[in-house]
């Protein structure tokens, strides 16, 4: 089950929130770990198994390293084998197809090689299992006594499938003390929804458009149709995976929870730098804080912080798919990374801002390449076909049909969205609040303007959900 179904917005999720409400609050997490679990289990009817081992080993996991630290000993050897516990497990399914070959010959193993298959937001629980096991080691929180909070910190449903990845000391407070607002529950429908409409309404066409241009023979690619490809890859990638991280920050707000912001308009960056700070900030502070500064971080000189940018970002690259484009995605962040931290980046600040931000799309787009496409000739050929290198000049027809109206009017919604136009307004609404004469006539005007867009989002979104077209869920392979 995703967010973007008939099925969980009209069914499922009004389901959940009226038992929620008559729950009661000694209840609710009770009602909230089954309904995650049903969750989980409606698409993965199997690998809950695999939700419930790991929510029982990292509670036995964390009881065991504070026992320990109780006793005054450190635990190292204990977090050790709860670490390698996690990763054991994630590579297992996420790593099957390059392990499969080595496995398959072992007896005992073969049968589970032949029918591995990645469950579902398997990279996302396990981190934020990884964070738990180490925040309690390094004593930032204390273990989790009550195996009901700890299933409900893994499984909860809103960030289960595609993030963001919740560390638990973020969340420890309101595993059992929350109170549900009605100003927090407006607030998260409205983000619901606004997450509901960039998936639905701008990341599905243009996906669309892109399976197209990717699915054609890289060979008879046109440079402009290459391009074109390459954008509506940029601009999904972007509305989806935002998408999904404000649909799970508003379903979280329904049900009393505060996660932190995922997204930050990452497009407007004038570096790789600034576009790790902006993009999927919940995987950039992960992996800062739980790889990145045990490793030594910018701390031990240039060349091991190089190093260690290299280690991270191949990590990175690792946690995203088992295939050599996405290690070649990664390492190219970090080599761009340890540049900008050199005499380039030192140029880079002093060149003016258009050309940064010029830099940033010409290597954010070039690395996307390699996100999207698994076959390393033809992630050459593409780039190949992006600089004129190609025998074609005319676009495909299947593409010309394609590029109706409505695409074009996509397009330019995805270009202006990606840009930090809302926040604007709703600062400019504020402002407005401060003015006295006419603030009370404009703010009830726009309050019922936002009320009405909201109605005409989720209405479109809704038809489009309903009448089938095209919706993938892109974060299977996450």
């Not at 009226?18 to 770990?33: I, T």
């Not at 009393?256 to 600034?274: A, D, K, T, V, W």
Request: proline share 4%.
């Amino acid at each position: 089950m995703v967010f973007s179904s008939t099925l969980f917005i009209f069914f499922f999720l009004p389901l959940v929130l009226l038992s929620y409400l008559l729950a009661g609050r000694k209840f609710r997490n009770l009602l909230l770990l089954i309904a995650s679990l049903v969750f989980y289990a409606w698409g993965e009817p199997v690998y809950v198994a695999v939700m419930l081992f790991s929510i029982v080993a990292n509670y036995f996991f964390g009881l065991g390293i504070g026992r320990i630290q109780e006793r005054g000993e450190r635990g190292g050897w204990a977090l050790c084998w709860a670490v390698l516990a996690n990763i054991g497990l994630l590579c297992f399914f996420k790593y099957a197809d390059l392990l499969r070959p080595y496995l398959a010959s072992i007896e005992w193993l073969a049968p589970a090689m032949q029918q591995s298959h990645l469950p579902m937001g398997i990279s996302f629980f396990t981190f934020q299992a990884i964070s738990y096991v180490v925040d309690v080691y390094r004593k930032v929180t204390p273990p989790q006594r009550n195996i009901l909070n700890m299933g409900l910190f893994i499984a909860l449903f809103p960030k289960l499938m595609a993030g963001p990845i919740v560390r638990y000391h973020d969340i420890v407070g309101q595993l059992t003390k929350r109170t549900v607002l009605m100003e927090d529950f407006a607030t998260g429908v409205e983000r619901f929804i606004f997450g509901l409409s960039k998936k639905v309404l701008i990341a599905n066409p243009l996906g669309n458009m892109a399976d197209m241009v990717f699915a054609l023979q890289v060979s008879t690619l046109s440079t402009f149709t290459a391009w074109l490809g390459i954008i509506c890859y940029t601009l999904q990638l972007y509305f989806d995976f935002s998408g999904y991280s404000d649909m799970a920050i508003g379903l979280g707000r329904m049900f009393g929870f505060s996660f932190l912001e995922n997204f930050n308009y990452p497009y407007i960056s004038r570096s790789i730098q600034e576009f790790w700070r902006r993009w999927h900030i919940s995987l950039s502070n992960w992996f800062r804080d739980y790889l990145y500064i045990p490793l030594g971080g910018n701390r031990l000189g240039p060349i091991r912080t190089s190093v260690n940018l290299l280690i991270v970002f191949f990590f990175c690259g690792m946690w995203h798919g088992a295939s050599w484009n996405f290690i070649a995605w990664g390492l190219l962040h970090g080599f761009f990374l340890m540049l900008e931290r050199g005499v380039f980046g030192r140029t880079l600040q002093a060149a003016p801002l258009p050309l940064r931000h010029i830099y940033f799309l010409f290597v954010i787009m070039n690395t996307w390449v390699f996100f999207r496409l698994d076959n390393l000739p033809h992630i050459w050929t593409y780039l190949s076909a992006l600089y004129g290198f190609t025998s074609s000049h005319a676009i495909h027809p299947v593409i010309h049909v394609a590029m109706d109206l409505s695409f074009y009017f996509t397009l330019i919604a995805g270009v202006i969205l990606a840009m930090p136009i809302y926040p604007y307004c709703t600062r400019l609404l504020s402002s407005v609040r401060m003015v006295s004469s006419i603030s009370k006539v404009v703010v009830s005007s726009m309050s019922l303007l936002k009320i009405c867009l909201l109605g005409v989002l989720f209405l479109f979104s809704s038809t489009s959900l309903i009448v089938g077209a095209y919706n993938p869920f892109i974060y299977f392979r996450f």
